[in-house]
């Protein structure tokens, strides 16, 4: 196609404008909470991640083969230690046992209120987020194997975050180090209720703590069940800074999160037909708010 | 500056997007294998520029879009705000054309570093309309630091293979007159 340079110019113009408008467009209505893929974006992440997946595969046997055959002079001595350790860990899980069966029958005793069953499926990390703004996780865990979109991830340590974008054989963790993903949670000890966000150098901030709250270092930090995600009691950190001014009504504290993001490689999507429920919810609370637009 | 024809656009920016997604993976399945998760390099951004930088035809944003649109597969980033932050630097680049020459490898390095910098102020300025976190922008920019000064040092090479990939001539590496 030739085109006169005033023809070129006025056409690039246009082209510039439409794209802009487009693109604030988007901006302005992307959804924080979750992302609906595209018939596209499902086949091109599908297609793409096993290529992700491929390089981590081939890192993880190469490390595997050095660390389980190469450097595994002390094992030995490991083992004998670790052989203790089970033993004195069965004898806790007994009492733990125990106490479990003692809260049920006081729960059920109270009427507590029925809980929520977990479905836990098991995934690996393929991989990161290729932007460094955003602290994502992909697994190639997908629908087709019972994940939904905001599901709650967790490892042993502690909570790693939820499902915000899926396809039938991977999925997308927005993790609690992310500035956009907000956790409800409390202070184990005091029972302060915060809301939970990424912040900097892979700790995250709890805000609106009010200011006469004594929260204290090493305090732990729990989800509190509220915001409809996250289910109550599960680990989320530590505090690890308390900025308390003189003033003021609330105070700002710095979380170290009990999970090590730098070393994972497992977690354990929690699933439950609740997932649907919530999905529901939110849609019914979405279409309500544009109705009061109107 | 290469004026292209429409019609060899789509050969060749299939071709480009090909090498994003190779350096995509390796972004983010690679480096991060070796405890480097905090940083990642922003290969969109490389090509984003070069394209501003080389080509000069209507579509230009449409090309950003596409390249914008294969990077959000990899990012929750979207494409949306890439793009705005591209498709603006395009324009400042247009008005600056007459003063761009890649006439080094170190101007190639400087000149890519400049832009570098729009495109965080820019993408800054869009995150914290969403994000309402002064904090945060200035985390991100010690982040961009390390990011920015390691895409500036490829930009040379990189340029060079996107020049045959468009099929720019230009005498010797990015206009170095050997």
Redesign the interface.
Same mark, same amino acid.
Request: with cysteine; charged share 20%; hydrophobic share 45%.
């Given at each position: 196609m030739n085109l006169s340079v005033n023809e070129g110019s006025r056409l690039k113009s246009i082209v510039n404008v439409l794209v802009l408008s487009l693109a604030l467009w988007g901006v302005s209505k992307r959804d924080v909470n979750v992302k609906e893929t595209t018939i596209f974006e499902n086949i091109m992440m599908d297609t793409l991640a096993p290529l992700q997946r491929g390089v981590t595969f081939t890192h993880n046997k190469i490390a595997s083969f050095f660390d389980h055959y190469l450097f595994n002079v002390n094992a030995s001595k490991i083992n004998v230690s670790l052989v203790s350790q089970v033993s004195e860990l069965e004898k806790e899980v007994f009492n733990l046992e125990q106490i479990k069966d003692e809260n049920k029958r006081l729960k059920d005793l109270l009427e507590f209120g029925e809980e929520v069953s977990y479905k836990k499926i098991l995934a690996q990390i393929v991989a990161w987020d290729s932007s460094s703004d955003f602290r994502v996780i992909r697994i190639n865990k997908g629908s087709s194997h019972g994940i939904r979109l905001q599901s709650t991830v967790i490892t042993a340590n502690g909570v790693v975050g939820y499902i915000y974008r899926l396809t039938e054989h991977f999925a997308d963790i927005l993790t609690i180090l992310d500035p956009s993903n907000r956790v409800d949670v409390i202070v184990n000890r005091t029972r302060s209720n915060g809301i939970l966000e990424g912040f900097a150098g892979g700790k995250c901030m709890m805000k609106y703590v009010t200011r006469t709250d004594p929260v204290r270092l090493n305090d732990l930090v729990l989800t509190s069940g509220l915001g409809n995600i996250y289910p109550k009691g599960l680990k989320v950190g530590i505090v690890s800074r308390v900025e308390r001014e003189s003033y003021g009504i609330t105070q700002n504290i710095v979380v170290s999160p009990t999970v090590d993001f730098s070393k994972l490689e497992e977690v354990a999507v929690l699933v439950s037909d609740g997932n649907q429920k919530k999905m529901n919810e939110w849609q019914a609370l979405d279409e309500a708010d544009g109705d009061d637009d109107k | 500056m290469m004026r292209i024809?429409?019609?060899e656009i789509v050969p060749r920016l299939f071709i480009t997007i090909l090498i994003l !997604?190779v350096l995509?993976? !390796?972004?983010?399945?690679?480096l991060? &294998?070796f =405890?480097i998760?905090?940083?990642?390099i922003?290969f969109n951004v490389l090509i984003v520029l070069f394209l501003g930088f080389k080509l000069e #035809?209507?579509?230009?944003?449409?090309m950003?879009?596409v390249v914008q649109y294969?990077?959000s597969?990899?990012? !929750?980033? =979207?494409?949306?705000?890439g793009? !705005?932050s591209g +498709? &603006?630097i395009?324009?400042i680049i247009s008005y600056l054309r007459d003063i761009l020459h890649f006439t080094s490898s170190i101007v190639t390095i400087l000149v890519t570093q400049m832009f570098q910098f729009i495109w965080f102020v820019i993408?800054s300025s &869009?995150?914290y309309l969403?994000?309402g976190?002064f #904090?945060?922008i +200035?985390?991100?920019f010690w982040?961009f630091i390390p990011?920015s000064i390691v895409i500036s040092l490829v930009a040379p090479f990189f340029f060079s293979v996107l020049d045959k990939v468009w099929g720019v001539r230009e005498e010797g590496l990015m206009g170095d007159r050997n």
């Open positions: - | 024809r429409s019609r !997604i995509e993976v !390796i972004s983010s399945a690679f991060p &294998l =405890g998760s905090k940083y990642m922003p #035809n209507p579509y230009l944003a449409l950003i879009v294969f990077h597969i990899f990012t !929750i980033e =979207g494409w949306e705000m793009t !705005i +498709v &603006l395009c324009i993408l &869009l995150l969403k994000l976190s #904090n945060y +200035v985390e991100k982040r990011e």
